[in-house]
């Protein structure tokens, strides 16, 4: 029986160039018929000597299976092939263990074994399974079962990894060139005993030239010297792992290395400025700072650390320390200041650093000088006293005005200032003793008495007189309340459309406003719903009047008055109503006003030339007329009765004349004159009349005479006045039948009597509906 690794020599070289070059062609012996193992020997033969080897019951070689197959038919593997069978079917084979039913398939009836399934070599690099052949009817063995290895054999499918991830390194800053910083390392999946798939190069991708990698090792260092902290302390560089010895086709992986350079003390210190000055105060206290200096370091750390001493400070009124929060030097005031003695000193300072490293002393001394300038600013001093205890002696008999003795005091400033003296009343509660302002002197006030009090402690005080100037501010307060800024001439077009903005207002306040006037702007609420203007507060100190609807006429009201609320920021806000006043006007295309007010009569459209001469023809003989009337009226009028003519009878004269009215009182007195309605009264006439004597004596004597003298001719005639005729429902309208003024006569009745009285209604009806002509918003 034999067991074959591909069923034959050709189809064997089939697979050779499909799968991988197989170590040798041919067969192996593995187990014995007998069932003993044995490795066999590693030789080549061909077909037929395959046939007459006999001694072995199975014979295959290795099988190998090459990873990641992509091919659509499933990946022949290899045949299994027994003596026993001879072809008649017989003999069936059976395959079992790792992936048998998974994975691996045989062909019971030729023993050919197939891979199903894509294999990764990385997730098992070989099966163990085991062949027998049985009886295909009984299913009994006919060979014992054997077990042999599939290999999976690699391929290059996988990149090299850095498992680190990002790495971080530091690198002491001025190292020499070729200093190791930090070692890189990748993995590859791939077998590393098989080809170059696992064998890794580095390479740096970036970084040059500063840096630099061991391809073999991954070993990063330094590619260039003294790199300097203080020019650039962090580099970024890509490293690049390649397989297959980094040659065409190998894949690769990237992990970049951050690289930090650490600082070392290779900078000196060094002052900003080679000189300083301060101001302070003679007043100073002992042990206060003076000023502060700065010795800048660009190294950090305790590389930037400071030393500071004084080397020059003449009476040694100055010491320095070193703050080590900021590492100032601090200047310590150690004696009193004055400035009457000195007013100016000059401190030299030295800074050092306090870490200084060996191998960098060869680049220069590690320290630096500056100078100080301190002055001192003179304060106004209390007076100073010649004397801190004066002893006066004086006899209890001294009279009152006697000097006892005197007191001296002086300026210490510069200034010497005049000094003034008083006596602290609190020691001189009777005020027994006086000093004098100016001199010191002290004197007696009262009469002593020594057995009351035999000794007098006074405190005396002396003070310096200088001038004081005050300036008295008067504070504001909000008492004003805001009003228009100017006095607003506001002009509205009769085509002014709706939302159309026709004038802009703002405000002033008299009052002071520490953060600024603030304006509110605003309509009353008795106007706030009109149908003509509404008011849009623009939120800086201004506000627009912006028209409600559109078709002004000027015929129905030619002025409105906007009634406009302004309210301030003040504490407590104070508010005012102004009265903005839109005219009505007539404007061109271009909304520029041509006439506000009344509107002027024009005539209709459309007359003719002829007509408008026949019309200027008639004004012009009307106006003749007129004038014609007033000459003769302006003539000196006549005496009704002629002295020549006088005679028995008075004459009466008839003109159709009225008068003036009831003010013209040349003539005659209109209230003289009643009504005719009274004559025609049944009772006796004269009782009626007026009694103005004189009158009526004259006119009813002569209408009596004239009445009852029936021989006389109708020579006289009697002229009433005032008098309509009877039957009238408006009765008389004359002016003189009336004692009072017009306003107190009620006329409402006219507007009964039809569109005959229209235009009298008009003029004397009840005019409380247009009393308000004026209205603001009507």
Not at 9 to 17: E, F, S
Not at 604 to 613: D, H, I, R
Not at 693 to 719: C, G, M, R, T
Request: aromatic letters at 8%; hydrophobic letters at 35%; a negative charge.
């Amino acid at each position: 029986m034999r067991w074959c690794d591909s069923g034959s020599l050709g189809r064997a070289g089939t697979l050779l160039a499909l799968l991988l070059p197989l170590w040798e062609l041919g067969c192996w012996g593995l187990i014995s018929a007998s069932g003993g193992q044995n490795q066999a020997q590693h030789t080549t033969v061909g077909p037929w000597e395959m046939l007459r080897r006999h001694k072995r019951s199975w014979v295959w070689n290795q099988f190998f299976v090459l990873e990641e197959y992509t091919g659509e038919e499933p990946l022949y593997v290899g045949k299994l092939h027994s003596d026993v069978d001879k072809g008649d079917g017989k003999v069936k084979y059976v395959l079992s263990g790792e992936g048998s039913t998974s994975i691996f398939t045989i062909d019971e009836n030729t023993g050919d074994i197939h891979a199903t399934k894509r294999l990764d070599r990385e997730e098992q690099a070989y099966y163990t399974l085991q062949a027998q052949a049985v009886d295909r009817i009984t299913n009994i063995p006919v060979e014992p079962r054997s077990e042999f290895l599939v290999k999976v054999q690699d391929i290059n499918d996988n990149e090299p990894k850095f498992m680190d991830g990002h790495y971080m390194a530091e690198v002491p800053e001025m190292s020499e060139l070729g200093t190791m910083v930090v070692q890189v390392a990748a993995t590859d999946a791939d077998d590393p005993t098989y080809g170059n798939s696992a064998r890794v190069v580095y390479s740096i991708i970036s970084g040059q030239p500063y840096f630099s990698v061991e391809p073999k090792t991954g070993i990063i260092r330094t590619a260039l010297p003294n790199m300097d902290r203080e020019v650039k302390d962090q580099y970024v560089l890509v490293i690049q792992a390649k397989d297959m010895v980094g040659q065409m086709g190998g894949l690769s992986g990237t992990t970049s290395v951050t690289i930090t350079l650490t600082d070392v003390n290779d900078n000196p210190p060094h002052f900003s400025r080679k000189n300083y000055q301060y101001t302070v105060l003679e007043s100073l206290p002992v042990a206060s700072v003076v000023a502060r200096v700065k010795a800048v370091d660009a190294d950090i750390g305790p590389n930037a650390e400071m030393e500071y001493r004084i080397i020059e400070d003449g009476p040694g009124l100055f010491k320095i320390t070193t703050d080590e929060d900021t590492q100032e030097g601090v200047i310590i005031l150690q004696k009193p200041l004055d400035f009457e003695t000195k007013n100016s000193f000059n401190v030299r300072i030295e800074a050092t650093n306090r870490n200084i490293e060996p191998a960098f002393v060869h680049l220069g001394s590690f320290s630096d000088t500056t100078s100080v300038k301190v002055t001192v600013k003179d304060v106004n001093e209390s007076p100073v006293f010649s004397t801190q205890l004066s002893r006066m002696v004086i006899s209890e008999d001294a009279r009152v005005g006697t000097s006892i003795g005197r007191v001296s005091a002086h300026d210490p400033d510069t200034s010497n200032s005049a000094i003034r003296y008083s006596i602290d009343r609190n020691t001189d509660l009777e005020r027994i003793f006086n000093v004098d302002a100016l001199s010191g002197v002290i004197s007696i006030a009262k009469p002593l008495d020594r057995e009351v009090n035999s000794v007098h402690n006074l405190t005396i005080l002396a003070m310096e007189s200088r001038k004081s100037f005050v300036a008295i501010t008067v504070l504001d307060i909000n008492d004003n309340a805001p009003v228009f800024a100017i006095a607003y001439e506001t002009l509205l077009c009769e085509n002014a459309a709706p939302g159309q903005v026709i004038q802009t207002i703002s405000a002033v306040d008299k009052d002071e406003s520490p953060s600024g006037h603030l304006f509110y702007f605003a309509l009353p609420a008795s106007v706030v719903s009109n149908s003509n203007f509404t008011l849009r507060d623009n939120k800086d100190n201004t506000a627009s009047i912006v028209t409600k609807r559109g078709g002004f006429r000027r015929q129905e009201q030619m002025l409105y008055r906007l009634p406009v609320l302004i309210v301030d920021n003040g504490s407590p806000a104070l508010s005012s109503t102004n009265t903005l006043s839109v005219n009505v006007c007539d404007c061109d295309s271009d909304g520029v006003a041509q006439s506000c007010g009344a509107m002027p009569y024009t005539l209709p459209a459309g007359l003719s030339t002829g007509a408008l001469v026949a019309i200027l023809g008639c004004i012009i003989t009307l106006l003749v007329m007129v004038l014609m009337i007033m000459s003769m009226r302006q003539r000196k009028k006549e005496p009704l009765i002629l002295e020549e003519e006088r005679d028995v009878r008075e004459n009466t004269v008839l003109y159709d004349d009225e008068g003036g009215g009831e003010e013209d009182t040349e003539a005659f007195d209109m209230v003289a004159l009643r009504n005719l309605n009274v004559i025609r009264d049944p009772k006796p006439v004269h009782n009626t009349l007026p009694d103005n004597v004189v009158f009526q004596k004259f006119i009813w004597d002569h209408l009596k005479d004239a009445d009852v003298e029936p021989s006389a001719p109708p020579y006289d005639s009697l002229q009433t006045y005032t008098f309509e005729g009877s039957g009238s429902v408006a009765e008389s309208l004359s002016s003189l039948e009336s004692l009072s003024t017009d306003s107190e006569q009620n006329y409402d009745y006219l507007s009964t009597w039809g569109p005959r009285f229209k235009k009298l209604a008009d003029l004397y009806g009840n005019s409380d509906g247009n009393s308000n002509g004026n209205s603001m918003l009507s």
